[in-house]
C-alpha cells in the first residue's frame, strides 16, 4: 500500500465526520441567529413604523419610513436622564468589578496560601446564587445603610454580583502567564505590586477587556435591583425608564418599539466593539 493511500484511509472517516458535522453546524447557528437577531430587527424596524401598519402587517418592513418615533424619544429629556443613570451604575459597577476582581484574581492565581482553593470555590458557587433570591435582605440592609434611592446603592450589589464571574474568568487567565515573567520582574528589581500593575494587568487585558464587558452588559440590563432600589423615576435606569414608558404609552407600539430599541444600542455598540477581546479573553480562560 502505497503513502498517498495510507493517507487518503487515515483522513477520510475525519473528512466523513466534518461532512456529517457541518450541516449540524449551521443549522445551530442559524438558530441562534435567528433567535437573537430577528425580535432586535423586528423591533428597530417597528420604530419606523406607524401604529396602523404594525396592526396591518405585524411583521412587515416599513413602507413608508416614519422617523417621528425615534426623533420624539431623542428629544426626550427623560429619555436621556435615564441614559445618564445607567451610564453612571453601569461604569461604577464596571470600575469596581475591574478593580477588586484583579486584585482577587491576581492573588488567587499567583499567591500559595491555606484556603485558597476553598475561597475561589466559593467564588464559584457564588455563579448558581441569583439575585432574585437576595431581594429581600439586601433591600433590608441596604437601607439599614442609607443607600436606597441612590445610584451607588444599585451600582454596588451590582459589582458583588458580578464578581464571581469575574473571578473565574480571570484567575486561569493569569495563572497561566508564566512564572519566568514574574522571577525576571523580581531580578529587575520590581516588588510584587509592581508586577501586578506594570507586567500582569497589561498582558491580562484581553480578559479584563471581557470581565469589563460583561459587568457592563450585565448593569445595563438590570430590571430587579433597580426596581427595588429606586422608586423616583427622576433616578430610574433605562431598563425601569422602558417599563414605565410602555405603562404610559400602551397604544402607541410604534413609539415603545423605537424606545426600547434606542435604549439598546449604548450596550450593543460596546459588545460589537470590544468583540475580539471577547473571544481572546474567554479563549484564554478556557486553556488556562
Not at 457541518?22 to 437573537?36: C, N, R, S, W
Not at 437577531?37 to 417597528?46: D, E, K, R, S
Not at 448593569?219 to 432600589?229: D, E, G, H, K, R
Request: glycine share 8%; charged share 10%.
Amino acid at each position: 500500500m502505497t503513502t498517498v493511500e495510507t493517507t487518503i484511509r487515515r483522513t477520510s472517516p475525519r473528512r466523513r465526520a466534518m461532512s456529517l458535522g457541518t450541516p449540524f453546524t449551521y443549522l445551530t447557528a442559524v438558530l441562534v441567529v435567528g433567535i437573537t437577531v430577528v425580535p432586535l430587527l423586528f423591533t428597530a424596524l417597528g420604530g419606523f413604523r406607524t401604529n396602523a401598519q404594525i396592526n396591518a402587517h405585524p411583521a412587515g418592513i416599513p413602507h413608508p419610513w416614519i422617523t417621528s418615533n425615534y426623533t420624539s424619544v431623542f428629544t426626550s429629556a427623560v429619555f436621556w436622564q435615564a441614559l445618564g443613570n445607567s451610564v453612571i451604575i453601569a461604569v461604577v459597577a464596571t470600575a469596581l468589578v475591574l478593580v477588586f476582581g484583579s486584585m482577587a484574581g491576581y492573588a488567587l492565581s499567583r499567591y500559595t496560601f491555606r484556603g485558597r482553593e476553598g475561597i475561589y470555590t466559593l467564588f464559584t458557587v457564588g455563579l448558581l446564587f441569583p439575585i432574585s433570591a437576595a431581594a429581600l435582605p439586601l433591600y433590608l440592609l441596604l437601607r439599614q445603610v442609607g443607600l436606597l434611592e441612590h445610584l451607588i446603592g444599585v451600582a454596588l450589589p451590582e459589582a458583588a454580583f458580578s464578581l464571581p464571574v469575574t473571578i473565574v474568568i480571570l484567575r486561569p487567565f493569569m495563572r497561566a502567564i508564566p512564572g519566568e515573567i514574574e522571577d525576571a520582574a523580581v531580578v529587575d528589581g520590581a516588588s510584587r505590586l509592581g508586577f501586578f500593575w506594570r507586567i500582569l494587568l497589561p498582558l491580562s487585558r484581553p480578559a479584563l477587556t471581557t470581565v469589563g464587558v460583561l459587568a457592563f452588559v450585565t448593569s445595563w440590563n438590570a430590571y430587579l435591583l433597580p426596581m427595588l432600589v429606586l422608586s423616583d423615576p427622576s433616578d430610574f435606569t433605562l431598563p425601569l425608564g422602558v417599563a414605565a414608558f410602555q405603562s404610559q404609552y400602551t397604544q402607541d407600539t410604534a413609539r415603545v418599539l423605537a424606545y426600547t430599541a434606542a435604549s439598546m444600542l449604548p450596550a450593543l455598540g460596546l459588545f460589537v466593539f470590544a468583540e475580539r477581546h471577547l473571544v481572546g479573553g474567554l479563549t484564554g480562560s478556557v486553556k488556562g
